[in-house]
Each structure stands twice: as C-alpha cells, then as structure tokens.
C-alpha cells in the first residue's frame, strides 16, 4: 500500500462506537427454556422490552409473568412479528423446524442465534456437526430474507436467571457479515452489566463457537463453576 | 446416589493441586517457527529446561541461541528422545508426517499439541476439520503408544516472543484424556507468569478449541489486539 493509498482511506471506525439499542423490541424464541429465560430476563432487567415466545401461548405467558421485569409472552409467530431483534433459544432439535415455519415473520429481522448443537453420552457433552456447519449457518440458509448473527453462546442459564447476581462477568462473542448487524448485536450484549459485546468474526466460524460450550461444560464440572469467557487485550 | 455412597466416596481432589514439572526437559517440534520459538522462550525464561527441534539441527541450534535461556536445538528426533514432555507446534501441513516419523522417539512420552488447522483467504482465517476430527486426535492416532494432550491453542507469538513483556494474559485450555497427564500440563502453563492451565475437556472437543483461533484472528484485526482467552468464575 502506498501512502497515497492511506491517505485516501477513511480512518477506521472506533469498534466500540454502537448505536443505540434502547427502543427496539427483543423477542426470544425458546423463551420458556433455561438460556432463553435467562437472557429474556436480564436483557428486561437491562431495560429492554422483551417478549418471550413459545409453541404454545400460554406457557410463554407464564413464563413472562414469573419474569417480571415487563416481560411479555406470546406464540413464537407473534413474538417474531412484534420484534424488532429476534433471539434464537430454541433446543437444537426444534431448530430447523421452527426457523422453517417462521420464515415469514422473520423477514427483514435481526436474528441472533445462541443454540449449540451438542450431544451428551457417558463421557460428557460433545459437538454436533451441522450440515450447513453451525446452527447460525443452518439459520442464515433457512432465512435468507432475515439478518442472521449468533452470540450469547457461552452464558450460564444459572447466573442469568438469579436475581441477587447484578453483574455476568463474561464477554459475549458476537459473529455475523454484516458491520451494522454485529454492531447492533454487541451494543445489545453491552446493555447487560458486566458484558462485553466482542465481534469474533464471520458466521462460518460459528461452530466452533457454538461447540466451545461442551468445553465450558467440562469445567464447570471439574471447577464447579459457571464459567465464562473474557477476552483478553481488547 | 445414597448417603452411603456419598461416605465412601473419595474426596474430590483439589483441581489445582499439581504435579512439580520443574526438572523435567520440554522439547519443542516446530521450535523455530513463531508459535513454536514464543513458547520455548516463555518456558524457558520460567526456568523450564527446552529443547526446540526442527527438521534441520542447524537452524534448530541458531534458534536456540538467538532464544537465549539456556535452550538449546536439536534435530526433531533427537530434541524428542532427550525430553521428557514434547510440544508439538510444527504447522498443520507437516503434522501428520513429522509425528508419524518420530513414532519411536515418542514413545511413553507426554505430548501436548498446540497445532491449529486453519486455512486463509480473502475472507481470513476459516477452520479446518481434520478426518480424524482435530490436530489433536490426528496426533494421538499416530502415536498410539504416547500420551497425548493438547493446549497452548491461544497463545499470541507476538506476545510471547516480546522481552518486554513479564506477564501474558491469558489461560490455557487444556484437553486430555488422563488426570495425570493434563494436570501436568496445568502445572507447564502454570510456570509462565501471568498464565493458568485450566482443564477444558476431552480430546474429542479439542477441535473446536484448535478452531477458535480463526476466532481470535478476526478479533485482532478489528480491535488491533493480540487477544488471548480468560476463563471466568475459575
């Protein structure tokens, strides 16, 4: 590169520099599980109207309603429709299935995705190897009219969901294509005291991510601990 | 589980109470690479006794003088015969063969392996998955009569090269199969200021650790950092 050519170019744009997150609506599919409570209940906690999906309304309201927080509950199409940022909780089995028949609703939306396919025998937890790659790839194929991000792989249902704890002390890796998505995505992790939204690169390095989980789970049981990740110089 | 069991039960040992490493020779394959060159000059400024070899004894010997330390080079299978722990950070395209030639001279030894199969393009770094699921277990088919680990995936060069530098940021993940083996390892990362060696699974999860490293790459670059990896809640 000559100097011309750095001259020329537009200085880089300060990664933490987010915009602002505030007013958009967060739905989460898979909200009646243990990572969507958990994340339906801080990002609330952190201010964020938050409406909890599941197959079936009434147990989505009453799990908004043991929420608190101003949570609200609905069916998983009118918690996607009524979304501005839709927050992919689901069980790796119902996956594929629910993103298919959400399609529709999930046009044109931001999507970030926090499944982790594992499997479990004796020896522990283990990764799955999706066929498109990664769950968050799985999604960006089924959803081509939607944003497609993951993140919030790496937090412990445990932490999230007790209410005495006020601080997570982790970064939250976040993956996608798109500079404003990602931005966004962090901003809305940022919004969650102790939490770091970090970018960490483009969704086909998304497996790994989403696997570390079997790791995480792991230590947790050598340390008896929660654990979570930071990273370092950043 | 009964209360009887619970009485029998041996108590859970301390998972940080290691082994003393301190005497043993560290070999290092692939010393005169970058990775390979930063972990011999970390173990050694602790105090560690290393070994860097490489396919040509010559520009092992010029590395290690450059290093310093009191580390000396070898050729790979003399600097495998006169350790007594071998790290393995030859680059991935040579992997496969320099173990499979160095079978004899590994024999009972302890092997750790830091390699990260990764590929590059225009789009950066991407993982590679190798058939036998990751550089790690590649490793412990070839060396069926070897004890195999892995770690030392999230180290910067950069960093660990830079006398500067006292202190370097970061844990180590650890993956083996036997208490023994990965405690021993804990206690090597252990000795380098700044580090710990945390547990974090079996080899069968070593993949998506080895993979992660496209990860961190994405994140150096948009945050100018030399990232490394911190376990929380441990």
């Not at 915009?19 to 969507?36: A, C, E, F, K, Y």
């Not at 982790?116 to 999706?130: E, M, S, T």
């Not at 790839?137 to 919030?152: C, H, I, N, Y």
Request: net charge negative; charged share 25%; glycine share 10%.
């Amino acid at each position: 590169m000559t100097s011309t050519d750095d001259a020329n170019k537009a200085p880089a744009k300060d990664p933490w520099a987010f915009p602002d997150v505030s007013d958009l609506v967060v739905g989460v599919l898979g909200g009646t599980g243990d990572q969507g409570r958990g994340l339906a209940y801080r990002l609330a906690r952190a201010g964020q109207k938050v409406i909890v999906g599941s197959r079936a309304a009434d147990r989505a309201q009453a799990a908004a309603a043991e929420l608190g927080e101003g949570v609200e509950g609905a069916g998983n199409a009118e918690c996607a429709r009524r979304s501005d940022v839709v927050i992919v909780a689901v069980p790796w089995d119902g996956h594929a299935k629910t993103l298919e028949s959400l399609r529709d609703e999930l046009e044109g939306k931001l999507v970030i995705d926090c499944v982790n396919p594992l499997g479990f025998d004796k020896k522990g937890a283990y990764a799955i190897r999706p066929e498109e790659g990664s769950a968050a790839e799985q999604a960006a194929a089924l959803l081509p009219g939607s944003r497609v991000t993951a993140a919030f792989h790496h937090l412990s249902a445990v932490l999230l969901k007790d209410p005495d704890i006020d601080e997570i002390d982790t970064d939250v890796m976040v993956l996608g294509e798109n500079r404003a998505d990602t931005d966004l995505v962090q901003a809305l992790a940022a919004r969650i005291p102790g939490m770091r939204g970090v970018f960490a690169g483009r969704l086909r390095n998304a497996h790994q991510v989403e696997s570390l989980v079997a790791n995480l789970i792991s230590v947790n049981r050598r340390y008896k601990a929660h654990a979570g990740l930071r990273v370092t110089d950043v």
